[in-house]
């Protein structure tokens, strides 16, 4: 489950973008941006991850307004209801709304994902740029602390991290992005490598530009579309991730709805009350599928070469 | 040059071991407060017992000394016995390693046969309906979870098949209680388990094989075998295909390291007897020794996969140079 | 060109041409009819269910030789040395492999077994077993008193201490010495009258002093034997363990109740409950423990009988009541427990978290016990609206909030279970609920099982704790509620102590006398009632399903897994 992330570092690298200035020209993005709206797939693709990152933002309000039922609320005399009625799609064996338990999972599971991207991202951007840019020892020590961490067999950490640490929403994203990392800093320091070799940076070097002038405002802007696009693709895997961490009982805990404990929790019931699959099976499907359509999309976006 | 770059390769992993196993031991010491591995809620157990089976296993004593006992064991070749069931750690790791390579290896073999057809025919006929099919195909199959794919599985070609008097395949285990390990009936234990795990690799790799190359195809040397008047299919075949397979190779190397807990979900779905099972199960029940086995032999597997895909990558492409 | 590259081409071109057979190939279609297939075989598993009934065993059949069994569980076994097993699946096999002194029916009567007969002195102290003559091993050496005082020294002979045995505890407390007159005959001294001794410790496996006498205490805890054990007493002998898959038993001809019917008996392990459910349905295994969310999915299945009954198994949640610790001063006052346990429904709780297969509690001691009272002192029927005053009277008084205060202190408590037991996981999502419906803030939160037993028997910082126990046919309930218990690695986590109660269970086992035990039974019932330290939320259901072509199993409140002394009975209608 932890190699596609580097299955986007070997797609993406080499990507460079050559400018005059030493950063991607506006037109460089409004270029790519043009490709990418001309990408149907792709758009419809993003504005589902969209929708759904809005729906479980206000899932306070669909709760309130749509549902009318609090995720946590039991009732144990309307259990296992078909869709339809006052529970739009049903309720589990405890009695409680699926519709308003799958917009608040999708409020973890998502939030889980992007935390995690996130999380991972700046670290390993931070971790990249540094050992990219300065070379040397420090190039030295920061990479092969990568090497350690990509060399921990990651189901050992999220199964001995997820008895530790008590797996909520942050810190189970914490424990994902702790190995997702690694590989993000190699990303980085490679595409780094690439773009200093460039006259540009020398130049900007020789006039006395500061370091960390030098790396926000020249270097991050090209490692920039990388970036992106791991996050894009970094999405799908999580949620993915997470499912199986729920299914193995080290993700989310119940009653806290995530998708993927939602799944797991359903699976029992499968002869039962087939419904109870559907609904968290597509949504999980559903979102990694826009999330690898919208990544792929935006990588052609960046790099029409692949793309004629 | 090579044998110096491995050598220097190695020094670091031995650090690597050593600060993976003990970062092991500390969380599990840390989390486990007086658990005795293998003691249930049982009441015929006296607070004393307790206490006595406690310090039988020794785990009484700090986490540092119990450390160095164990590094001293390994030293010898001891990995100890395991704290649930007494039998030896190296016992464990022998009879499960087995299974997981003829799963992973299955799966990759799979994943490989149906990837590179898949992604060549993709960048032969890119932009065509043909191509965009296969796309949503793969990237479809990369959106279903593992667990999720085998259970329906299970519950379409086991339970439900079994129903209707159909043909059916067994859905956990690697051979047959009864009468069971003969060739036949392994491949049919294997069926599922590595159709979940294949469908992985060929959702990933064949994206990828489709997209190196395109890229191999529109570089200069191309162009220039065809300008030489060299054949269409020689220069994707020969030139092409040979290129875009060389970054492949990698990613599998990068599966090596997988083959402890990349088929995890899918061994426990089909209770297939692997290491990541073992694993798995083990680190929950808190048997110390196993986990710790386990772990630096996964480590090492991590270690020699990273630097298998290394060197391989730089026996394909002689660009490669191993620095000092 | 040259020839070669001309051989070269010729390859490619058949490839090429195999890559685009295969790659015109229609695969919507064929996606489309894989998910239609599922879709379809989703509702067909639903109709079966609607058109089938359970069937019965055929008693009138005559009984065939030969055949096997296969019978799934979810864990592995950890050991087949009955000494050192203190869990559930290792008893279960060892159970197939050796017979102790006694056995027990499932009513839970003690039968002989290794030993044909025993007395109990006038003064309780000393039993002695006279055991069968003639009984020999598998690999045909005579099994004699000497093999049975061994079995037991290893638990409680000084020289064994470091013999890693769970059960030191107990037999070193309470035999005082084992004399064999004669190699039929066992006389066993206790240092005390111990009620539970004939019952709980008369069963354990016997072991062959002659393979293990030699070894000292240290090597005996690893070795070979304890996972290859050679040689046996019971209805059959190991063949083989393949570690997280299966252990293998054959027939055993010199067993002395006869050899069994069956050639063999084969332990399989499986990935969960579901796959016990589903390996019952194709047969793949004859025998396993059904799980109460998939009775239904078994009710289409023709060929899986299922029995269900009541066993000695409780569902209990603890209180804090250490004042020391932070929840402690919550608990302190009777009525705040007595009125948490108003406010729950037990009753919908067992039919929609068991699906029926469970009976709510009025009692500590399990239905199944010859000392149950039905009708303890005070019973909790769901009263939400007693619940509210009782907490109202108490002084616990609702704020803006809605959640319920006295003195400062909020009635706000985190609920501990262990994680992956789905009704203790729903348990607590119904009590957070039921209790918040009174004013009560209760946060379920699950944590893995060594935490739990860590929280219950050592660090017991917890709130609230739930879990189940499993009793034997004893009475006896000291290890949860006597105070002496509340020591470090005892069970009595929650720090419940009382000294009548204290009393009561000494002076219960230290009687032989079970009118007199049942008597003090019932006022520790009634004073547990009243007390609530850990209300007793249900009483579980043993729910077993057999393939049809089994016969002779009869499973009961005491005959699940460890003592089934039909085993030589049982036989298989097809004879394979």
């Not at chain 3, 695969?27 to 998910?35: E, N, S, T, V």
């Not at chain 3, 004399?179 to 009620?195: I, R």
């Not at chain 3, 009118?515 to 609530?532: N, P, T």
């Amino acid at each position: 489950m932890i190699g596609p992330s580097r299955v986007a570092e070997l797609e993406t690298t080499g990507a460079a973008i050559d400018t005059a200035e030493g950063r991607p020209a506006q037109s460089y993005w409004n270029e790519s941006w043009q490709r990418l709206r001309t990408n149907p797939i792709g758009m419809i693709a993003g504005a589902l991850i969209l929708i759904f990152a809005v729906i479980a933002i206000l899932a306070p309000v669909f709760s309130a307004v749509l549902t009318h039922f609090q995720p946590q609320s039991v009732d144990l005399s309307a259990t296992f209801r078909p869709p339809g009625g006052a529970h739009l799609l049903g309720t589990d064996e405890l009695g409680r709304d699926t519709l308003t338990r799958l917009i608040w999972g999708g409020r973890v599971t998502l939030g889980i994902a992007f935390l995690t991207v996130g999380m991972a991202l700046t670290v390993g951007t931070a971790f990249g740029m540094a050992a990219g840019y300065y070379g040397g020892w420090i190039d030295d020590i920061l990479m092969r602390l990568v090497d350690t961490v990509l060399a921990i067999p990651a189901i050992f950490l999220f199964i001995l991290m997820s008895i530790l640490i008590h797996p909520t929403p942050i810190t189970l994203a914490a424990i994902i992005a702790s190995v997702g990392w690694g590989s993000v800093a190699r990303l980085v320091r490679g595409e780094v490598l690439s773009v200093k070799q460039r006259d540009f940076i020398m130049a900007t070097r020789s006039i006395g530009a500061r370091d960390f002038r030098l790396m926000f405002r020249h270097l991050l802007p090209n490692v920039l579309p990388v970036l992106i696009v791991a996050a894009s693709l970094g999405v799908g895997q999580i949620i993915l991730i997470e499912a199986a961490l729920d299914f193995l009982g080290l993700g989310i805990q119940p009653p806290t709805p995530s998708w993927g404990n939602m799944l797991t929790n359903a699976e029992s019931y499968f002869f039962h009350s087939v419904y109870l699959v559907y609904f968290p099976g597509v949504m999980i499907f559903v979102t990694v599928l826009a999330s690898n359509v919208f990544g792929n999309a935006i990588r052609d976006a960046f790099d029409p070469r692949l793309k004629t | 040059m090579l044998a110096k770059y491995i050598a220097r390769r190695f020094l670091a992993s031995v650090v690597v071991v050593l600060g993976v196993t003990a970062i092991t031991l500390a969380l599990m010491k840390t989390t486990s407060g007086s658990y005795v591995p293998g003691i249930d809620l049982n009441p015929a157990l006296r607070p004393d017992d307790i206490a006595r089976l406690r310090a039988d296993l020794g785990l009484d004593r700090p986490g540092w000394q119990w450390y160095a006992t164990w590094i001293w064991g390994v030293l010898h070749g001891d990995f100890g016995h395991s704290m649930i069931d007494g039998s030896t750690v190296m016992s464990h790791i022998g009879d499960r390693l087995p299974n997981t390579i003829e799963l992973t290896a299955t799966a990759i073999v799979i994943g490989v046969l149906i990837a590179i057809p898949v992604g060549i025919i993709g960048a032969l006929r890119h932009g065509t309906k043909t191509d965009h099919t296969m796309t949503v195909v793969s990237v479809a199959g990369f959106a279903v979870p593992q667990f999720w794919m085998g259970l329906i599985l299970i519950l379409v070609f086991s339970v439900t098949l079994e129903q209707h008097g159909l043909p059916w395949l067994p859905s956990s285990g690697a051979y047959s209680a009864v009468n069971g390990g003969d060739l036949i009936d392994r491949i049919e234990h294997l069926i599922l388990p590595a159709t979940v795990l294949s469908f992985f690799y060929i959702s990933t790799w064949s994206r990828f094989i489709r997209s190196s190359m395109l890229e191999v195809l529109s570089q200069d040397y191309i162009r220039t075998a065809r300008a030489k008047g060299m054949s269409e299919r020689r220069v994707v075949y020969l030139h092409g295909l040979r290129n875009a397979l060389i970054p492949l190779i990698t990613l599998i190397g990068l599966e090596l390291p997988g083959l402890v807990s990349g088929g995890l979900v899918v061994e426990v779905v089909f209770g297939w007897p692997g290491i990541g099972k073992l694993a798995f199960e083990r680190a929950l029940q808190y048997d110390y020794t196993t986990v710790m086995g386990v772990t630096f032999f996964a480590t090492l597997l991590v270690i020699a996969g990273n630097l298998l895909a290394d060197v391989l990558y730089g026996v394909l492409d002689p660009r490669i140079r191993y620095g000092s | 060109m040259s020839r070669e590259e001309d051989a070269d081409d010729r390859g490619f071109a058949q490839f090429e041409r195999f890559l685009d057979a295969w790659s015109r190939r229609d695969f919507l279609k064929r996606a489309g009819g894989a998910a239609a297939f599922m879709a379809f075989s989703g509702g067909v598993v639903e109709f079966l269910q609607a058109c089938a009934g359970s069937s019965n065993n055929n008693t009138t059949a005559t009984v065939k030789k030969g055949g096997h069994i296969v019978e799934g569980n979810f864990t592995d076994i950890r050991t087949l040395n009955s000494m050192l097993s203190s869990d559930t699946a290792s008893n279960q096999v060892i159970g197939l492999l050796f017979d102790g002194l006694t056995n027990q029916k499932k009513d839970g009567t003690v039968i002989p077994a290794v030993a044909e007969s025993w007395k109990t002195s006038s003064d309780g102290l000393t039993y002695t077993f006279k055991l069968r003559s003639g009984m020999k091993w598998s690999d045909g050496q005579a099994l004699t008193a000497d093999d049975v005082k061994f079995t037991y020294a290893l638990a409680y002979d000084p020289a064994y201490k470091d013999f890693a045995s769970p059960r030191r505890g107990d037999l070193s407390k309470y035999i005082k010495s084992i004399d064999t007159p004669d190699p039929l005959t066992v006389v066993l001294t206790t240092t005390q009258v111990y009620a539970p001794f004939l019952a709980s410790h008369g069963q354990y496996g016997i072991l062959p002093k002659h393979i293990l006498g030699s070894m000292d205490a240290k090597a005996l805890n690893t070795a070979d034997y304890n996972n290859n054990p050679t040689v046996s007493n019971g209805p059959f002998k190991f063949v083989s363990w393949q570690k997280g898959q299966q252990v293998t038993v054959g027939r055993n001809d010199s067993y002395y109740g006869g050899a069994p019917n069956l050639d063999q008996w084969i332990y399989k392990v499986l990935p969960d409950s579901v796959a016990v459910t589903n390996q019952l349905k194709t047969g793949e295994i004859d025998i396993g423990p059904i799980d109460p969310g998939q009775y239904d999915s078994l009710t289409g299945t023709q060929t899986v009988a299922r029995s269900e009954f009541p066993v000695p198994t409780f569902t209990f949640y603890a209180y804090q009541l250490d004042p020391n610790k932070p929840a402690g001063p919550l608990f302190q006052d009777k009525a705040v427990r007595q009125a948490l346990l108003f406010a729950l429904d037990r009753n919908s709780m067992n039919q929609a978290i068991y699906f029926g297969h469970a009976t709510a509690a009025d009692s500590v001691e399990p239905p199944t016990s010859w000392a149950y009272k039905a009708k303890p002192q005070v019973l909790y029927p769901f009263n939400k609206a007693k619940a509210e005053s009782m907490l109202d009277a108490a002084g616990w008084t609702k704020g803006t909030d809605g959640i319920r205060a006295k003195g400062g202190t909020k009635l706000k408590f985190t609920m501990i279970t262990n994680a992956g037991n789905k009704q203790r996981e729903s348990s607590l999502t119904y009590m957070q609920q039921a209790w918040h419906d009174i004013g009560v803030d209760a946060t379920p939160s699950l944590i893995q099982f060594p935490q739990l037993v860590s929280q219950i028997v050592d660090i017991r910082t917890f709130d609230v704790f739930l879990v189940g126990f499993n009793w034997s046919v004893d009475p006896d309930e000291a290890a949860l509620f006597h105070s002496r218990n509340t020591v470090p690695g005892g069970f009595n986590g929650f720090d419940f102590k009382n000294e009548q109660v204290d009393a009561i269970l000494d002076q219960a086992l230290g009687t032989l006398d079970q009118a007199k035990r049942k008597q003090l039974y019932g006022q520790f019932q009634d004073i547990m009632s009243d007390q609530v330290p850990a209300p007793i939320l249900n009483f579980t259901h043993g729910i077993w399903g057999v393939n049809t072509r089994v016969q002779g199993t009869d499973f009961g409140p005491f005959n699940q897994y460890q003592f089934r002394p039909w085993l030589k009975n049982v036989w298989v209608t097809d004879g394979k």
